[in-house]
């Protein structure tokens, strides 16, 4: 569409939770249309989620929340051509796009993480995410990291 923006789509709750939070979550979680298999995937690393926690008081779900709540950046850089040179321009991101980012950084550091199947690194991944730790952390961090020192640069913001 060349001029006015698409209209968003309707996600539906999924079974277990009636969330429509985790609906998007195992929709970026699956590969090659295999939804079931991402249903699967997600819901054996909340299992697994309950059995590790820490805090036995928190439900998966929450824990689960909370860990997307701390890899959830506030701002990012943006290259910007200026007269030649490129500029890393700190922009903040609207919320729909904050969203997207923590659940694809989740995504990726649990793939990339080492276990036995997708759903233990899965899990992995959001217990150190809840505790303000491992890959998905680090790189909100990192982009925070970026943004502070290309703060200079923020009135090239288009």
């Known amino acids: 569409m060349r001029k006015r923006r698409p209209k968003k789509r309707i996600l539906l709750p999924d ?10 979550f195992v929709n970026d979680l699956m590969m090659s249309g295999k939804k079931n298999i991402s249903y699967n995937i997600f819901y054996d690393a909340l299992d697994i989620v309950t059995e590790k926690n820490p805090s036995k008081e928190k439900a998966p779900l929450d824990v689960w929340k909370k860990a997307l709540e701390n890899i959830t950046p506030a701002v990012e850089v943006k290259s910007r051509r200026v007269g030649g040179a490129t500029f890393q321009v ?23 993480r080492s276990g036995r199947s997708m759903a233990e ?38």
């Open 15 to 24: 079974p277990k939770f009636n969330d429509t939070l985790v609906t998007r």
């Open 90 to 112: 700190p922009m903040q991101i609207r919320p729909e796009r904050k969203e997207s980012i923590s659940i694809k950084y989740l995504i990726m550091f649990a793939r990339k």
């Open 121 to 158: 690194k899965l899990a992995a991944e959001i217990i150190a995410a809840f505790n303000e730790e491992g890959g998905a952390f680090k790189k909100k961090e990192d982009t925070h990291r970026m943004a502070e020192a290309n703060k200079a640069f923020a009135y090239f913001r288009f």
